[in-house]
């Protein structure tokens, strides 16, 4: 079982809570107008690493994005999110789909209610570097997989990126708003996260230059 929230952790999400939730209406618009290719990119890195029997857990689904395009390709995904309102976009974008497979949930990725080695792959893009403290969310869905399972994660990686890269950045906080909690992973580092929560690296590969996002894939051990 998780540790019960404390009141730090408490204080935690309530300031994950706030901003994502104030995003949530111009997410989409957002990916759309700044970040279509890299979500391109994101997603022809993935095809081929889920199975048409997996069930899958898509942490940080936002509004869902990731999941309705990996759902026809699996027989269920289930995908979670802190903020209600992301979850209100991703239910509104589900009912146009048709898809029959996919649930999305309001969850905290620290405290999954979900019993060990429910989910065959895990998959988490564009969201470990927002995270205070995503080594526990990497152990949380470590938990959740099952044996010989796959951890799946898409991550900047700022700390590879260069000063262009983050003054960009800087441009956009100006515009959306600061998160209140962001790595500036270096990929390097980004994969001792998984090894450090007992899952093997099976592969990394970085799925654009500027800035730098990497994929990792981790597995459970059998």
Not at 14 to 20: L, N, Q, Y
Not at 74 to 98: F, T
Not at 167 to 186: A, D, E, H, Q, T
């Amino acid at each position: 079982m998780s540790a019960q929230p404390t009141p730090t952790d408490e204080r935690r999400k309530r300031d994950e809570v706030m901003f994502w939730s104030k995003v949530a209406p111009q997410y989409d618009d957002w990916v759309s107008a700044a970040f279509m290719e890299q979500y391109k990119a994101f997603k022809a890195g993935m095809e081929g690493l889920v199975d048409e029997n997996d069930l899958v857990l898509d942490i940080a689904t936002g509004t869902g994005n990731i999941a309705l395009h990996i759902a026809p390709k699996v027989s269920a995904i289930v995908g979670i999110d802190i903020s209600e309102d992301m979850i209100a976009v991703a239910e509104g974008k589900l009912e146009a789909s048709g898809l029959e497979n996919v649930t999305f949930l309001v969850e905290d990725a620290y405290n999954l209610p979900f019993a060990d080695g429910s989910f065959d792959r895990v998959v988490c893009v564009n969201a470990l570097q927002t995270m205070a403290r995503p080594l526990q969310a990497i152990k949380e869905g470590t938990r959740v997989l099952r044996d010989g399972g796959e951890f799946i994660s898409v991550t900047y990686a700022y700390g590879d990126s260069g000063a262009i890269e983050y003054l960009k950045l800087s441009r956009w906080v100006i515009k959306y708003g600061r998160p209140k909690y962001w790595s500036n992973f270096k990929t390097k580092d980004l994969r001792g996260l998984f090894e450090e929560a007992g899952l093997e690296i099976v592969g990394s590969k970085r799925l654009w230059d500027k800035p730098v996002v990497e994929m990792v894939r981790a597995r459970k051990p059998s």
